[in-house]
């Protein structure tokens, strides 16, 4: 399993777990965020429906999310989709001004 520098991930009950269940752990070097897929969809999660927003409650920054996730999931890469169908969408957006 490849996990971050959390500490509860280096727990030494954490590691027993590992040991007798036959699961290797494998961290990611110190500052190596980067090299974390999940922590790109964060970023982006920022940049597109956080950044530079001033949602009045939960409920609104909630529904701000929810719209980005939709939006993110619509267009993601599934097993059997061409690549070009999905570039394809981001050139028709770049296209319409969006």
């Known amino acids: 399993m490849i996990a ?12 027993a777990w ?3 269940n036959d699961v290797e752990l494998v961290f990611l070097p110190t500052y190596g965020s980067w ?12 940049y ?7 949602h009045r409650s939960h409920d609104e920054q909630n529904a ?3 719209a980005y996730v939709r939006w993110r999931n619509a267009r993601a890469w599934r097993p059997g989709r061409r690549a070009r169908h999905v ?3 981001g ?5 319409c001004g969006r």
């Open 35 to 46: 090299l974390n897929w999940i922590e790109s969809e964060f970023a982006a999660l920022r």
């Open 4 to 15: 971050d520098n959390y500490s509860p991930h280096k727990h030494p009950q954490v590691r």
């Open 87 to 89: 570039l394809g969408r």
């Open 48 to 54: 597109y429906a956080l950044n530079g927003t001033d």
């Open 64 to 66: 701000a999310i929810g």
């Open 18 to 20: 590992a040991a007798g």
């Open 91 to 95: 050139r028709d957006r770049r296209r």
